[in-house]
């Protein structure tokens, strides 16, 4: 992890991996979007409604995932001081929201035909529209906050405080009365789901996670690359 800390060492390895992680992303959303639309069956009650599952559920999942990612970056620079934790953590905020956004409006789509209403205040709906909202707010500090150490600071706090919400989100169908059906993937006693529905979910889950690992990494470039800026430009006003 210190070995990164260098952001020459860092871009280094970022401009080495991107190639690798484009071609992997894409292969992947090749292989699962086949399996989604055409090796899939319908589902039996569903119809073919049910194919929205495959943008739906890693949508949710990813939106979840790099909030924790955002949260243990926020953790790794308040204890260690690690210069690009923080980087990371502002980077992915706009990709994760992104994510959440996907699956509040797929999530819409598909509650329409099968609960007969765009939106429903469950708590599952809610607890994720609380984790947009907490993606929003993380967002607007970096933007409204000219000091980007005090803007760190802040945003550390709000990414610490707000991870209580993921698993929130994540158990909000067990611990209250939800339309949401419970988790047919990750369970103890293994998937309820069918073998030939669930390999494209799982094959969309890794493209979903390959394409923001990749988006991650050209946007820190796109970051440091704007410190520097922003370091140089410091630098020559106080020269004159």
């Known amino acids: 992890m210190q070995y990164l800390a260098n952001p020459t060492r860092f871009l280094k390895l970022a401009n080495a991996l991107l190639p690798a992680l484009w071609a992997i992303t894409i292969a992947l ?3 699962g979007l086949y399996g989604a639309l055409v090796t899939a069956p319908a589902d039996y009650q569903q119809g073919e409604t049910s ?6 559920v890693p ?9 924790a990612a955002m949260a243990l970056a926020s ?18 905020a706009p990709i994760g929201a992104a994510f959440c956004f996907l699956a509040l409006a797929t999530g819409s789509l598909w509650g329409k035909p099968m ?5 429903v205040w469950d708590a599952r709906l809610t607890s994720m529209f609380v984790l947009m909202l907490l993606y929003v707010g993380y967002m607007a500090i970096w933007a409204a906050i ?19 919400n993921v698993p929130i989100v994540k158990f909000s169908v067990d611990w ?3 339309l949401h059906q419970p988790a047919s993937v990750f369970r103890m006693d293994g998937p309820t789901i069918a073998p030939s529905m669930l390999w494209p979910l799982l094959v969309m889950g890794l493209a979903y996670t390959f394409l923001f690992l990749a988006l991650n990494l050209v946007a820190m470039r ?5 410190r520097k800026i922003r370091q140089v430009q410091i630098a020559e006003i106080g020269e004159r």
């Open 75 to 92: 953790a790794v620079a308040l204890i260690f001081r690690h210069p690009l934790a923080d980087v990371a953590a502002k980077t992915a």
């Open 29 to 31: 959303f090749a292989i």
């Open 146 to 164: 000219d000091d980007p150490h005090r803007a760190a600071m802040v945003a550390r706090i709000v990414a610490l405080v707000g991870v209580v």
């Open 59 to 67: 949508a949710a999942w990813m939106a979840l995932f790099v909030y």
């Open 176 to 178: 209250w009365n939800s």
């Open 115 to 119: 609960w007969g209403a765009w939106w």
């Open 51 to 56: 194919r929205i599952m495959y943008v739906h």
């Open 222 to 226: 796109a970051e440091i690359a704007a």
